[in-house]
C-alpha cells in the first residue's frame, strides 16, 4: 500500500495556534487566528446541519466569532419555504445558546425549545419543549431479520432451524410487524417439526399515543421491555398505549452462567419451543440475557453435542424484567393465547427523581384476575450504588410477592439478590418459587464470585475466578471454577472446571478441561482473525478429548457488511458433522436493497458510498461496515433522530474526511433511509520507482505531469485511491504499481 501522510499530522503544523504565555501565578493564553487563515475563515468552519420540529432546515447554521453566537443565511431560508415566524424564532433560539462553553455537546432548554448540539456530529435540534412527540412523514419500506442454522452428522442427525422478523413500513407513521419460527431435527427415527407465525400486528403511531392491533406472542419479547412479570400471550388484541411507552431502554437484565462437560450447543426451550442455539464450550460458558426474551419464565436448557445426543438438561427461571424502565400505560384487550378466554390487560410505569414504580392487572372473564405493583429505588449510600426493588402479586387464588436487591461499588464489590414467593397467583399467571443470590469482587488481577440459584426442581452453586494477566503484547484470562448441582440429579452432582485464554495480536488460544461425574474432559482451540476494510474473517481449528472420544474440527467465521456467517466441519466420535449460521438483514425501499447486519428496531440507513479509483476502501457507518462503490444497509435504532451518522474510519494509513447527512427523524419500525455518503481523501504517495531489476525509473507521470527524478524519487498529491500510475521518459514507458511498496520502493514494468 502507499506511504501516505494523514491529514491530521499535517494540520498539526498548519494549524499550530500562536499564543503567548505569561509565567505568573496564573498563566494565561492567548489563541489567535492561524497562520494563513482569516477570522472569516475560521467563523465559517464549523456548520451544523440543523432540524426545526422535525424539518430540516434548507441550510447550514454557523458559528460567528464576530458577533459570538450562531447564525444562519435567513435570505436562503426564506427562498426555502421557511416562515418569517420560524426565522424569529430561530434568531432568538440560537443567539441563547452558550455555544463556546459546550466542548462537545450539550442539551439545552431555551425560550421554551429544547436544543441539543453535537459538535462532533456537527447536527443541531430544535423542538417545541411543549411538544415531546414529533410525528415524521413515513413511507413504504421494509426490512426483515433473518436467522438460519443448520446442522448434519453421519449418524442421520439434522437440525434446522430459523426464523425471522418483518417489519413493512407504511404511511401515515404506521407499519405492519411479523415474526416466524420454523424448527425441523431428525435423529435416527425419531423426527420434531415446529413452525409457525407466533407474532403479528398492525400499528399506528400519533402524536403521543399509539394503536395495536393483531396476534402477541410473549416468547417474543425484546429483552429489556417489559417492566413487569405479568406480560400474557394474546391469540386477538388491540392495544391503545402512549408513546413512552415504547421509548424504552432494551437492555438485558443480567447474565445467565452455565456449566458445559463437553463442546457443542445449548438449545433453550420456553413452554416447549425452541427459541435460541447457542454455541457451548467445555466449562464456563457466559450467557447475556439480551439473547433471550423479556419477561418472568420457565426455561428447558439441554446441552446437545455436534452429533446430536442430549448430554444434559437442567430447568432454570429467566426475570429478564427492566424493573422501572421508562415511563408510560398501555390498555390492552382481546383473547387469551392458549385458554382463547376474554382478557383485559392495563399497564402503566412513571419515574419521578426519587423512585419508579411499574403496574399492571389482568381481568378475564369470571373470577380470574391477576395483579402486580413493583417499585425501584435507585440511590447511594456511603459511596455504595443501592438499588432496591418491591413487588406485590395477587391474584384469585394468592397473594404473593418478589424482592430484589442490587448494590457495591469498586471497592466493596456487588451483590445482587432476589426472591420470588408465592407468585402462581392465578390461572393467568402460573409462576414459580425462586431465590438467587451473587457477589463478585475484584482482588488486583483477580475476580473472585459467587452464585447461587434455587427454583422449583433444581439448585445450583457455583464458585468461580478469573485471573487476568497483560504483558509484552500478551493477554491471558484463565478462569476456574466449582459448580454444585444443576445436572441431571444422580450422586456425583457436582463439576470443576478451567478455562484458559491467550490472546497475542490477532492470534487466539483457548485450553478447557472440565471434570464432573467422574470424567475430566478436556478441549481447545486456536483462531487467527484479519480485519479489512468491510469487516473481519477469523478461522481456526478445535479439539477435545471426551475420555475414549476425540473430536476434531475447522471452523471460520466472517463479520462484514452483509452479515454475520459461520461454517464448521469436524469428526467427533469417528461421525463426520457439520454446521452452517447465518445472521443478517435485508432492507429495501424506493432507493434500493441491500443487506446488512441484524436490526433489532426495524429501522435501517441505506447508506450509498462512491467509487474513489480502483483501490478498495471501507469505513464503519453507527458502527457497522461498509465498503467503496456500493449500497449497503445499516441498522439504527428505534424512534431516534440521527442527524448526521457516526462515522469511524478503519484503515488508519487514509485521511479521509466523510459527512453522512442522515437527517433522520423518529426512526420508525420498516423505515428505511437513503443517506449518500460525502467521502473526501486527501492522499499523499511517494517514494522511489524502480524497474524489475532495481534501476531507478524517471520521466513525467502522464496522470499529473509531475516528475520523477533520475534517482527515481516521486511525490503525488491524490484525492482518489491510486492502483497505478504511468511514467513516460528517456527510458520508455512504464507502469507502476503502487498498491504494494517494498521499503518505499515501487516496482514499474516496461510497456
Not at 112 to 120: C, I, N, P, R
Not at 299 to 318: F, K, M
Not at 514 to 530: D, I, M
Not at 591 to 611: E, H, N, Q, W, Y
Amino acid at each position: 500500500m502507499a506511504k501516505i501522510i494523514p491529514g491530521w499530522a499535517a494540520s498539526l503544523f498548519l494549524l499550530a495556534p500562536s499564543a503567548v504565555t505569561y509565567a505568573a501565578d496564573n498563566t494565561q493564553i492567548e489563541y489567535q487566528v492561524p497562520a494563513g487563515f482569516s477570522e472569516a475563515e475560521q467563523d465559517k468552519s464549523m456548520q451544523f446541519l440543523a432540524t426545526l420540529d422535525g424539518k430540516a432546515l434548507p441550510g447550514p447554521i454557523i458559528w460567528s466569532a464576530q458577533k459570538n453566537h450562531l447564525i444562519f443565511d435567513e435570505t436562503l431560508y426564506r427562498q426555502n419555504g421557511v416562515s418569517a415566524e420560524q426565522i424569529v424564532l430561530l434568531n432568538k433560539v440560537l443567539t441563547q445558546i452558550p455555544y463556546a462553553v459546550c466542548p462537545n455537546g450539550c442539551d439545552y432548554t431555551v425560550s421554551g425549545q429544547t436544543v441539543s448540539l453535537d459538535k462532533v456530529k456537527q447536527s443541531l435540534t430544535i423542538t417545541d419543549g411543549k411538544q415531546r412527540y414529533v410525528q415524521p412523514q413515513t413511507m413504504m419500506g421494509f426490512i426483515h431479520n433473518q436467522s438460519l442454522d443448520v446442522r448434519t452428522a453421519s449418524n442421520e442427525y439434522r437440525a434446522v432451524s430459523a426464523y425471522g422478523q418483518g417489519y413493512l413500513g407504511l404511511p401515515a407513521q404506521s407499519y405492519g410487524y411479523i415474526s416466524w419460527f420454523y424448527n425441523d431435527s431428525r435423529n435416527f427415527d425419531t423426527r420434531t417439526t415446529d413452525q409457525g407465525v407466533s407474532t403479528w400486528y398492525l400499528q399506528k403511531n400519533f402524536a403521543s399515543t399509539y394503536l395495536r392491533s393483531g396476534r402477541q406472542d410473549s416468547r417474543d419479547n425484546a429483552a429489556g421491555s417489559i417492566s413487569t412479570s405479568l406480560n400474557p400471550s394474546f391469540d386477538q388484541f388491540v392495544t391503545l398505549g402512549s408513546q413512552g411507552n415504547l421509548l424504552r431502554d432494551n437492555q438485558s437484565a443480567g447474565k445467565l452462567v452455565l456449566f458445559a462437560s463437553a463442546d457443542g450447543d445449548y438449545e433453550f426451550y420456553r413452554d416447549g419451543r425452541l427459541i435460541r442455539r447457542l454455541p457451548a464450550v467445555i466449562g464456563r460458558n457466559e450467557i447475556d440475557y439480551n439473547q433471550l426474551p423479556g419477561g418472568f419464565y420457565d426455561l428447558e436448557i439441554r446441552l446437545v453435542n455436534r452429533n446430536g445426543q442430549v448430554l444434559s438438561r437442567e430447568n432454570q427461571q429467566i426475570a429478564n424484567i427492566s424493573y422501572g424502565g421508562g415511563s408510560g400505560w398501555y390498555l390492552t384487550v382481546g383473547k387469551e393465547l392458549d385458554t382463547q378466554r376474554s382478557l383485559a390487560n392495563l399497564g402503566t410505569n412513571f419515574q419521578t427523581n426519587w423512585f419508579a414504580i411499574s403496574s399492571a392487572l389482568l381481568k378475564g372473564a369470571g373470577r380470574a384476575w391477576a395483579m402486580e405493583h413493583n417499585l425501584t429505588r435507585p440511590m447511594q449510600v456511603a459511596n455504595i450504588d443501592v438499588t432496591p426493588t418491591l413487588g406485590v402479586i395477587a391474584g384469585e387464588k394468592r397473594v404473593g410477592g418478589y424482592a430484589s436487591l442490587s448494590a457495591g461499588n469498586q471497592l466493596l464489590g456487588y451483590l445482587s439478590a432476589s426472591k420470588y414467593q408465592n407468585t402462581s397467583v392465578s390461572d393467568f399467571y402460573q409462576g414459580s418459587n425462586s431465590i438467587s443470590l451473587a457477589y463478585s469482587r475484584q482482588f488486583g488481577p483477580t475476580r473472585i464470585g459467587y452464585n447461587y440459584n434455587r427454583y422449583a426442581r433444581s439448585e445450583r452453586h457455583q464458585l468461580q475466578s478469573t485471573w487476568n494477566w497483560h504483558g509484552n503484547g500478551v493477554w491471558a484470562v484463565i478462569s476456574a471454577g466449582l459448580q454444585k448441582g444443576g445436572y441431571d440429579n444422580g450422586s456425583n452432582n457436582y463439576g470443576l472446571y478451567l478455562n484458559t485464554t491467550i490472546m497475542l495480536d490477532r492470534n487466539t488460544g483457548t485450553l478447557n478441561a472440565a471434570y464432573n461425574n467422574g470424567k475430566l474432559n478436556t478441549g481447545g482451540s486456536y483462531t487467527r482473525e484479519f480485519e479489512d476494510n468491510t469487516g473481519t474473517t477469523s478461522a481456526g481449528l478445535d479439539f477435545s478429548d471426551l475420555g475414549r472420544t476425540n473430536a476434531l474440527g475447522l471452523n471460520a467465521r466472517r463479520s462484514g457488511t452483509r452479515g454475520d456467517a459461520s461454517i464448521r466441519v469436524g469428526s467427533d466420535d469417528r461421525i463426520t458433522n457439520g454446521s452452517f449460521n447465518y445472521n443478517g438483514m435485508l432492507a429495501a425501499g424506493k432507493d434500493g436493497i441491500a443487506l446488512g447486519r441484524t436490526s433489532p428496531s426495524g429501522s435501517a440507513m441505506l447508506v450509498t458510498t462512491p467509487k474513489l479509483g480502483d483501490v478498495p476502501y471501507g469505513f464503519r457507518v453507527e458502527g457497522s461496515p461498509v465498503a467503496g462503490g456500493g449500497t449497503y444497509a445499516v441498522p439504527l435504532a428505534s424512534y431516534q433522530d440521527v442527524t448526521f451518522a457516526r462515522v469511524q474510519a478503519v484503515d488508519t494509513g487514509m485521511d479521509m474526511n466523510i459527512r453522512l447527512p442522515a437527517n433522520v427523524v423518529r426512526a420508525h419500525p420498516g423505515q428505511v433511509y437513503p443517506v449518500k455518503a460525502d467521502v473526501e481523501m486527501n492522499l499523499l504517495y511517494n517514494g522511489f520507482l524502480v524497474n524489475s531489476n532495481g534501476g531507478p525509473v524517471s520521466g513525467t507521470l502522464q496522470e499529473t505531469g509531475d516528475t520523477v527524478y533520475p534517482n527515481g524519487l516521486f511525490s503525488l498529491a491524490s484525492s482518489t485511491l491510486l492502483k497505478e500510475v504511468t511514467v513516460s521518459g528517456k527510458q520508455g514507458n512504464y507502469r507502476c504499481d503502487l498498491t504494494k511498496p517494498k521499503d518505499d520502493h515501487y516496482r514499474c514494468v516496461a510497456f
